[in-house]
T-cell receptor, first 112, second 118 residues
Framework: DTEVTQTPKHLVMGMTNKKSLKCEQH?????MYWYKQKAKKPPELMFV???????INESVPSRFSPECPNSSLLNLHLHALQPEDSALYLC???????????FGPGTRLTVT | AQSVTQLDSQVPVFEEAPVELRCNYS??????LFWYVQYPNQGLQLLLK??????LVKSINGFEAEFNKSQTSFHLRKPSVHISDTAEYFC????????????????FGKGTHLIIQP
């Protein structure tokens, strides 16, 4: 099974809200990723977790806060987002960093 | 650091005709190469991968890609396309175990929109 699940599928939030995106995989993968994808663009890497340790992408604003509660789960906490943060947020996992990644279906986020 | 170039942003092809989507990469070390397909409003699906071994890799739905180290290319081909192949195709590269153990996701090309015309 090469399935990565993401919830919710769609999310609409105001600029003062706090929300969380969730990602889960049961493939025993030890690397998990968050990507942001704008329309008609390739995915942009936001964060990488390897063996549940975070590798920070310094270009990501602090209003995005990742969390890895265990080896199967990955969260992305959102706070005080801007309209330009509206995008498809993709979660992915791989056996270890560098190997092929398996993507979830994504969460379509709209910030109003 | 690695980079990926997909020169064609859009490729229109008639149904049942052959197609080639071009991908060139740049890296100072050995790389792993991937093709992903994205249908509208969906996530990315792994189509093909080259990690090592045979330079010609094939998918279950008729696509194939060949790793050419001297030309630093990993072009995607299909001998006969179907209307259902209409999608966005992304070439991606990873330096894998050569990345030094630091944060390293995939580096994607800008994507090629494959349009199948009846």
């Amino acid at each position: 099974d090469t399935e990565v699940t993401q919830t919710p599928k769609h999310l609409v939030m105001g600029m003062t809200n706090k929300k969380s995106l969730k990602c889960e995989q049961h493939m025993g993968h030890r690397a998990m990723y968050w990507y942001k994808q704008k329309a008609k663009k390739p995915p942009e890497l936001m964060f990488v977790y390897s063996y549940e340790k975070l590798s920070i992408n310094e270009s990501v604003p602090s209003r995005f806060s990742p969390e890895c509660p265990n080896s199967s789960l990955l969260n992305l906490h959102l706070h005080a987002l801007q309209p330009e943060d509206s995008a498809l947020y993709l979660c992915a996992s791989s056996q270890v960093i560098g190997y092929e990644q398996y993507f979830g279906p994504g969460t379509r986020l709209t910030v109003t | 650091a690695q980079s990926v170039t997909q020169l064609d942003s859009q490729v229109p092809v008639f149904e049942e005709a052959p197609v080639e989507l071009r991908c060139n990469y740049s890296s100072s070390v050995s790389v792993y190469l991937f093709w992903y397909v994205q249908y509208p409003n969906q996530g990315l699906q792994l189509l093909l991968k080259y990690l090592s071994g045979s330079t010609l890799v094939k998918s279950i739905n008729g696509f194939e890609a060949e790793f050419n180290k001297s030309q630093t290319s990993f072009h995607l081909r299909k001998p006969s396309v179907h209307i259902s192949d209409t999608a966005e195709y992304f070439c991606a590269v990873s330096e894998g175990m050569y990345s030094g153990g630091g944060a390293d996701g995939l580096t994607f090309g800008k994507g090629t929109h494959l349009i199948i015309q009846p």
